[in-house]
């Protein structure tokens, strides 16, 4: 079982920045990706950024490519998402998400899930 528990969120001015964090139980293996997603009302979750724990790959959405990135400390058990240039559209609730790699790739669906931070972006 991992455990998930995400903080950070907070509510900025567009063009603001934030970090989030998530710190997970220790993994016994590395065979591991992590996740952000958001959801906003009324929206679809949308996957942000993912993080292949055994080989630090990672990648982010297009729609927040050059503003959004990802990485972790190891020694902390920590997973961070970096928001720079932040707008009302990246208003949501982020959720921090883990799962073992499948075929050495990050899966379509996250076993584990954290509670979520609120990031509200007002103009």
């Known amino acids: 079982q991992v455990q998930l528990r995400e903080s950070g969120g907070d509510s900025v001015q567009v063009g603001g920045s934030l970090r989030l964090s998530c710190v997970h139980s220790?993994?016994?293996?590395?065979?591991?990706?992590m996740a952000w997603f958001r959801q906003a009302p009324g929206k679809m979750r949308e996957e942000v950024a993912s993080?292949?724990?055994?080989?630090?790959?990672?990648k982010v959405a297009l729609s927040v490519k050059g503003r959004f990135t990802i990485s972790k400390d190891n020694a902390k058990d920590t997973l961070y998402l970096h928001l720079i240039s932040l707008k009302p559209e990246d208003t949501a609730m982020y959720y921090c998400?883990?799962?073992?790699?499948?075929?050495?790739?990050?899966?379509?669906?996250?076993?584990?899930w954290g509670q979520g931070t609120q990031v509200t972006v007002s103009s």
């Open positions: 220790p993994y016994t293996s590395s065979d591991y990706c």
């Open positions: 998400a883990a799962a073992r790699l499948v075929a050495s790739e990050c899966p379509n669906d996250y076993t584990y």
């Open positions: 993080f292949d724990v055994s080989t630090f790959r990672w």
